[in-house]
């Protein structure tokens, strides 16, 4: 059974840093697509950032360009999100997830697709 767990939420001040791990078990992610989501209480999940496996592009959300990061490790077979310059509105449960399975194109629009997700990991900023 395939299971992707993150790890590395927590609670820090505005301003800033905190970096997301998603470790895959009986999954390699090799080149498939891979994406960062997030829920805020009583909102929608959104995407957040996603990688293109075909071609490594990646996609941010307007709210987080320019201060998070998506990466992949394929030799240690984990995926990282890194966020810097958090403020409050990024305040979530963050979600990774793997092997898009959407229309062709869905992987940039940050679309939520894929086959693979995990728990979430809670991620608070307070001001």
């Known amino acids: 059974q395939v299971q992707l767990v993150e790890s590395g939420g927590g609670s820090v001040q505005a301003g800033g840093s905190l970096r997301l791990s998603c470790t895959a078990s009986?999954?390699?992610?090799?080149?498939?697509?891979v994406g960062w989501f997030r829920q805020a209480p009583g909102k929608e999940r959104e995407g957040v950032a996603a990688?293109?496996?075909?071609?490594?592009?990646?996609r941010y959300a307007d709210s987080v360009k320019g201060r998070f990061t998506i990466s992949k490790d394929i030799s240690k077979n984990t995926l990282y999100l890194q966020m810097n310059t958090l403020k409050p509105e990024d305040t979530a449960m963050y979600y990774c997830?793997?092997?898009?399975?959407?229309?062709?194109?869905?992987?940039?629009?940050?679309?939520?697709?894929?086959?693979?997700w995990g728990q979430g990991t809670q991620v608070t900023v307070s001001s």
């Open positions: 990688i293109r496996g075909s071609d490594g592009a990646t």
């Open positions: 009986r999954y390699t992610y090799s080149r498939d697509s």
């Open positions: 997830a793997a092997q898009f399975r959407g229309p062709v194109g869905g992987v940039l629009k940050l679309s939520g697709e894929y086959r693979y």
